[in-house]
């Protein structure tokens, strides 16, 4: 199971809960695994069948390019982060 962090922000709003360990072999199963546990959570994070551009996924230490289709591993670690910028 892919082990899911979620951003403090993110976590209050569904009961405090930060860390998951869920089947899913991309990131939008992931979420409807969380969403089984925690109702309202995909709303909160996706904009219909969207990532909300206040959000960014990060696989494996890398940025998921493809949003809720990119793929995980069984093993993967997946980050939910509030999206930065700088200037």
Known sequence: MAEVHLPLLLAN????????????????????AIEAECPGFRERLCNG??????FRIVIDGKIALEGLDSSVLEN????????????
């Open 76 to 87: 993967s670690k997946v980050e939910i982060l509030p999206a930065f910028g700088g200037g």
């Open 13 to 32: 709003e569904i009961g405090g809960r930060r860390e998951f360990r869920v089947p899913g072999n991309s990131v939008r199963e992931l979420v409807e």
């Open 49 to 54: 069948e969207r990532l909300r551009p206040i």
